[in-house]
């Protein structure tokens, strides 16, 4: 029990009493039931929990709201799910360039991206490589095992690689030269907005899919400020600059690549490999809320889902009926959503 914080004998002695979870909660609405913790504080002015505002500014009358940031309370900040699937756009699997099979990741990326790229990123791996024909010499991967392991996609920017150039081109390693590999992954930024956006939409890290990262598309400045590294001039930039649907403003430069605040130029490279861990730019994880009524009018039927479609297929992850919350309930939405 913490400073201000409360335990069993606390809890059991409320009428009704009750005892403290002690494990993850189930729903946001459960931190209701922890010591200090009003409606007005979770949900803010938003009576309905549906993402709107009541404008009823008495109920904000036990905290300060006076930048708006507590119009939808604590509950805009917060979720219990979130989750990214490693698929590309075609819902087939993202090539993991840490994959063991080093023919069939060059294979791989030979077709997703290009030679020259797929020669490197292998090569990478391999911590060097033989040159043939200028290319890497691809006979010997079926056998060549990786040395490296690659903890982030921007670790390949400006990577330096040695391959062995045997001369006279005949595939001898005897009197070999350890020469520069091309690198076609540059720090230019007209560089980086064409092959970044091909990189993250084709490849990834882990085959595994990634839960918990902060969309920076969409998280409110609260949550972009949880981002390790992130100040408030950056977070300035990127609230001004991003688009909530990932489209880019101008047409050049994408919006669906974690890494846009660096090809833009906000972000340096080790600030930006600090905080990829903890970024995205979108989700798997999908909430609604099903409305039904008779057209006649009350009763009012009215359903939340959470969807987890990182997975195929999608599951669903939480499902409460919440016909019971009606304060500040908006009839007119429900008539929007019959009108579509």
């Known amino acids: 029990q913490r400073e201000q914080g409360a335990e069993t004998e606390y809890y059991s002695g409320l009428s009704p009493g009750y ?27 938003d009576a309905a ?26 509950a805009q900040y917060l979720t219990l799910w979130s989750a990214e699937s490693n698929l590309k756009a075609d819902g087939t699997p993202k090539i993991n360039i840490n994959d063991k099979d080093l023919k069939t990741l060059h294979d791989s990326l030979k077709t997703a991206l290009d030679e020259e790229s797929a020669d490197f990123i292998v090569a990478y791996r391999m911590g ?40 006279g081109g005949t595939g001898s390693v ?16 007209s560089s980086m907005s064409t092959y970044l956006p091909k990189l993250f939409d084709n490849c990834t890290t882990s085959a595994k899919s990634v839960a918990g990262r902060i969309n920076i598309n969409q998280a409110p400045r609260p949550v972009l400020m949880c981002i390790p590294g992130m100040t408030t001039d950056l977070a300035d930039q990127i609230i001004a600059n991003r688009t909530p649907d990932s489209a880019s403003p101008n ?7 974690p890494a846009w605040p660096l090809i833009e130029g906000y972000v340096p490279l080790p600030e930006m490999k ?25 009763p009012v039927a009215r359903i939340e889902v959470v969807i987890d479609a990182s997975k195929v297929p999608a599951r669903i992850l939480f499902w409460k009926d919440v016909s019971h919350v009606t304060g500040g309930f908006p009839a007119e939405a429900a008539a929007a959503a019959e009108s579509h």
Not at 56 to 61: F, V
Not at 251 to 257: A, F, K, P
Not at 290 to 297: Q, T
């Open 49 to 74: 929990r549906m993402g709107l505002s009541s404008g009823d500014a008495s109920a904000a009358s036990t905290f300060d709201n006076s930048d708006g940031s507590m119009d939808h309370g604590w």
């Open 274 to 298: 600090a905080m990829l861990p903890y970024i995205t730019v979108g989700g798997s994880v999908y909430r609604a809320q099903i409305i039904g009524s008779f057209d006649k009018g009350n």
């Open 128 to 167: 060097g490589g033989t040159l043939d024909g200028g290319h890497l010499d691809t006979s010997k991967l079926d056998t060549a095992k990786a040395r490296n392991t690659i903890g982030s996609m921007l670790d390949l920017i400006g990577a330096p690689v040695r391959a062995l150039d045997p001369s």
């Open 19 to 45: 005892a403290p979870r002690n494990r993850p909660p189930v729903t946001i609405d459960e931190l209701l039931l922890v010591k200090g913790v009003t409606p007005e504080l979770l949900f803010g002015l």
């Open 251 to 257: 047409g050049q430069n994408d919006r669906t690549c």
């Open 174 to 189: 005897v009197g070999a030269k350890a020469t520069p590999l091309k690198n076609p992954f540059s720090s230019d930024s």
